[in-house]
C-alpha cells in the first residue's frame, strides 16, 4: 500500500479505538438523559472511577480480571448512590437543579479520589501484551482490539436488553411517556436508579479499557467526560445509535485532525463539534424528531 | 369498592379539585360529567396516584390508598386509560400491550394477548408496528386494551371517545357497555354526557372542582340543570 494510505490507516485505526471510548461514555449520557432528561455531568468521573480502583485493587495484589470486575462494582455502587441519595431526594426540582447536583457530584467523587488515592498518574498494564499487530502497513495494538470488541459486544448486549427484555422496555416506555408509565404500573423510581446503574458501568467500563493506553488519573474523567458528552451531542442527545455513531466520528474527526493538521488542537476538536452541532443541526445527527401521531 | 372523601388537589396554587366525594359500588359504572377544565381528569390522576392529593383521601376496597405509589394501586387492581391516550408512540402495538401487564407475572399473558387480538383483529395485524402510527380510533381501542392487561378491578376511563368519527364512538362505548357486562368496576369520565350517563347505573356532575350533583344515570339525564348544562337541550 502507498505510505499515505498507510499513514491514514494508522489514523483510523486510533481514532475509532478512542472514538469506542467516547461512545461507550456517550451511551451512559443517552441512558440518564432518556430516564429524565438529565445532562449527567458526574458521567467522566465514572470513567476515572473505573481506571483509578483497577489500578488500585492491582496494587494490592489482586489479578487483573477480578481487579476489573472489582472496579466496575464500586462504579455502579458509586452510581447507585448518587441517583438513591441526591437525584431521588431531588426529584421535584426541576432538571437544571438536578444537572447542577450532579456536577456537584463530580466535583465529590473526583476529590474524594484523589484524597484517598492521591493524585498521582497511573498506567495499567495492556489486557494482553504490547506486541503491535501488522495490518497492511498499519500497525494495530491488541489494547485496541480490546476496546473494538468490548464496545461491540456491550452494544449488541444493550440492543438485546432494550429489545427484547421486559426491563429494557419499561424504561423505554418510561422515557418515551413517563406518565403513561407510571399508568401502566412501571416504578419510574426504579427505572432511574436502573440508568444511573447501568451508565455507571459503561463509564468504567470506558475507563479500565482506555487506562492502559492514556494512564489515568484522578482528573481523567474531566476531559473524557466532555468527550463523550461532544459525542452525545453529535449523534443526537439521548439516541443510542447517535452516540455509537457519534462516538466513532469524533475519534477519527480528532485522530484526523491531530495527524494532519496539529496534535495541539487535539482536544480543541470536541469542542468545536459541540459548537458546530449546537449551530448548525442542534438535534445532532440521529436526533429525536416527532413521528407521534396525534 | 373506591371511596373518594373530602379530595382537594392542587395544580401549584391553582386548586382544581375542592373537597369532592364520590364511591363506585363493586360492578358498578359510573359516569363523572362536567365542563372543560371542572377537574375531571384531576380527579382520576389522583385516584392513580400520578398527581397530588392536598386534602381528603382516597380508600380502594376499605384500604387508604392516598399515599400509595402508582405502582402498587395498578398492583391492587387500579387502571386507568389516559386523557389523550397516552401511547409509547415508537414501541410496538404488541410492546405497548405486554406493558400494560408489567404488574402481572406467569405464562398467561400470551392467552390475555389473543383474547385482546380476538376482540379487535386489527391490533393484531398491526401488532409489530409502532403503536404511534395508528389512527386515532385504533389508538385509543389500544389504551383500553392495554389498561386491560393489568386485569383491573376498577377501570378508569377518561374521556375514551373524544376527537372520534360518531362509528368509533358507538364502538368505545358499545365495549364499555360489554365491560359492565363481565361485571369490571367503571368510572366513566366523559364530555359526551349524554351517551355516558345513557349507560352508567349512576352519574356525578362536577363544576369547577365541586361535585354539584349526583344521581342514577336515568334520572340525570332527565334533570333541567344537566339538561340545560350539558346535554344542550
Ligand atoms: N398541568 C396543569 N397545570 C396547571 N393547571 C392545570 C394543569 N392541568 C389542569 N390544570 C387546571 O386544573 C383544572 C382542572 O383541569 P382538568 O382536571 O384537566 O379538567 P377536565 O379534565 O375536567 O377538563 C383546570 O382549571 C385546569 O386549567
Ligand atoms: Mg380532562
Known amino acids: ?294 | 369498592m373506591l371511596d373518594i372523601e373530602g379530595l382537594t388537589s392542587h395544580y401549584g396554587r391553582i386548586q382544581a379539585l375542592d373537597g369532592v366525594d364520590l364511591t363506585v359500588g363493586e360492578g358498578e359504572l359510573v359516569a363523572l360529567v362536567g365542563a372543560n377544565g371542572a377537574g375531571k381528569t384531576t380527579l382520576l390522576r389522583c385516584v392513580s396516584g400520578v398527581q397530588p392529593v392536598t386534602g381528603g383521601r382516597v380508600l380502594f376496597e376499605g384500604k387508604d390508598i392516598t399515599r400509595a405509589s402508582p405502582h402498587t394501586r395498578v398492583a391492587l387492581g387500579i387502571a386507568q386509560v389516559p386523557e389523550g391516550r397516552q401511547m409509547f408512540g415508537p414501541l410496538s402495538v404488541e410492546d405497548n400491550l405486554r406493558l400494560g401487564a408489567v404488574r402481572r407475572k406467569g405464562p398467561k399473558v400470551a392467552d390475555d394477548l389473543e383474547r385482546m387480538y380476538e376482540r379487535f383483529p386489527i391490533l393484531k395485524e398491526k401488532r409489530r408496528q409502532p403503536a404511534g402510527t395508528l389512527s386515532g380510533g385504533q389508538q385509543q381501542m389500544l389504551a383500553i386494551c392495554r389498561a386491560l392487561m393489568s386485569h383491573p378491578r376498577l377501570l378508569l376511563l377518561d374521556e375514551p371517545s373524544m376527537g372520534l368519527a360518531p362509528l368509533l364512538v358507538r364502538e368505545i362505548f358499545d365495549t364499555v357497555a360489554r365491560l359492565k357486562e363481565q361485571r369490571t368496576t367503571l368510572l366513566l369520565v366523559e364530555q359526551n354526557a349524554h351517551a355516558a350517563l345513557g349507560i352508567a347505573d349512576r352519574g356525578y356532575v362536577l363544576e369547577t372542582g365541586r361535585m354539584v350533583l349526583t344521581d342514577t344515570g336515568p334520572r340525570l339525564l332527565s334533570n333541567d340543570r344537566v339538561k340545560e348544562a350539558y346535554l344542550g337541550l
Open chain 1, 1 to 294: 500500500m502507498p505510505p499515505v494510505l498507510v499513514e491514514l490507516l494508522q489514523f483510523l485505526f486510533s481514532g475509532l479505538a478512542s472514538g469506542a471510548i467516547y461512545a461507550l461514555v456517550a451511551l451512559g449520557f443517552a441512558l440518564i438523559y432518556n430516564a429524565s432528561h438529565i445532562i449527567n455531568f458526574a458521567q467522566g468521573e465514572f470513567v476515572m472511577l473505573g481506571g483509578m480502583v483497577t489500578w488500585v485493587l492491582l496494587s494490592q495484589g489482586i489479578d487483573l480480571p477480578l481487579a476489573i470486575l472489582g472496579a466496575v462494582a464500586v462504579t455502579m455502587v458509586a452510581g447507585l448512590a448518587l441517583e438513591k441519595l441526591a437525584i431521588e431526594r431531588a426529584r421535584d426540582a426541576n432538571v437544571v437543579t438536578l444537572i447542577i447536583i450532579t456536577v456537584g457530584a463530580g466535583i465529590f467523587l473526583r476529590g474524594l479520589t484523589s484524597v484517598t488515592l492521591g493524585k498521582d498518574l497511573h498506567a495499567l498494564p495492556a489486557f494482553s501484551g504490547n506486541a503491535p499487530i501488522d495490518i497492511a502497513g498499519a500497525t494495530l495494538m491488541p489494547q485496541s482490539l480490546w476496546i473494538l470488541g468490548v464496545t461491540a459486544a456491550i452494544v449488541v448486549a444493550l440492543h438485546v436488553f432494550f429489545h427484547y427484555t421486559v426491563v429494557g422496555k419499561a424504561i423505554l416506555a418510561a422515557s418515551h411517556n413517563p406518565l403513561a408509565a407510571r399508568l401502566v404500573g412501571i416504578n419510574v423510581n426504579v427505572v432511574l436508579l436502573l440508568s444511573f446503574g447501568l451508565s455507571a458501568l459503561l463509564g468504567a467500563v470506558a475507563g479500565i479499557l482506555i487506562a492502559p493506553i492514556t494512564a489515568t488519573h484522578f482528573e481523567v474523567g474531566i476531559m473524557l467526560g466532555l468527550k463523550g458528552f461532544a459525542a452525545a451531542i453529535l449523534g443526537g442527545l439521548g439516541s443510542g445509535p447517535g452516540a455509537i455513531v457519534g462516538g466513532l466520528l469524533l475519534g477519527v474527526i480528532e485522530s484526523l485532525g491531530a495527524g494532519y493538521i496539529s496534535s495541539d488542537y487535539k482536544d480543541a476538536i470536541a469542542f468545536v463539534v459541540i459548537l458546530g452541532v449546537l449551530f448548525l443541526m442542534p438535534r445532532g445527527l440521529f436526533g429525536k424528531r416527532g413521528t407521534e401521531r396525534v
